[in-house]
């Protein structure tokens, strides 16, 4: 418990102080994303900005990753930060997914282009099966990239933040945590 208030606090601490990724999953450490039909590979995000890193044609032509937002969390922003075409391709789907408790399907179509770069795609894809607006609550949600083309690469950030309220519990654990050390 006292753990998990540390994680928290410092969690909250990376998160004011703006620093880099909260968490990483980099294809080329932890291996190719699953398809749509096996997955998908479940990424364990906490607050902060959890950076995704991805290429096409491991495996398969599709990387469909998912992740779980906890009590006192929102999903805030899912935001492009790379893709680099091959092959002829321009674009490549990137599409919303969602588990609300009877298995995963896709909420949103959508797609990316290179000037994407920079968009929080929270404000591009249709977000009325998982709430209607971002932030989004607790919940199962996941991204597909689909139809790309060997040699592309990308990557996106999926930023996570404390809900409203959350601070303060996080501020008294944190507190707590720091009496008992004296
Ligand atoms: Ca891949």
């Known amino acids: 418990m006292n753990k ?14 703006g620093a880099a990724s909260a968490s990483i999953y980099d294809e080329s450490v932890d291996g190719d994303l699953l398809s749509v039909g096996d997955g998908p590979t479940m990424f ?9 890193f991805g290429t096409i044609g491991d495996t398969d032509f599709e990387d469909f990753i998912g ?25 490549t789907g990137f599409r919303l997914y969602t588990d609300q408790g009877a298995g995963w399907f896709q909420a949103s179509s959508g797609s990316m282009v290179p000037g994407d770069v920079g968009t929080n795609f929270l404000s591009v894809w249709d977000l009325s099966d998982v709430g209607g607006s ?5 919940g199962s949600y996941g991204v597909v990239l689909a139809e790309f083309t060997a040699g592309q690469t990308y990557s996106f950030d999926i930023t996570v ?22």
């Not at 364990?44 to 995704?52: E, F, I, P, Y």
């Not at 809900?163 to 303060?168: D, E, K, T, Y």
């Open 4 to 17: 998990i208030n540390v994680t928290g606090f410092f969690a909250a601490l990376a998160l004011v102080s």
């Open 44 to 52: 364990d995000v906490s607050a902060g900005n959890n950076s995704v």
């Open 67 to 91: 992740f779980t937002i906890e009590a006192g969390e929102e999903l805030t922003a899912i935001t492009l930060t790379s893709f680099i075409t091959a092959g002829g391709n321009t674009s």
């Open 134 to 138: 971002a932030p989004l609550g607790p």
């Open 161 to 182: 933040t404390p809900a409203p309220g959350s601070l303060a519990l996080l501020g008294l654990g944190g507190l707590a945590v720091s009496r008992r050390r004296r």
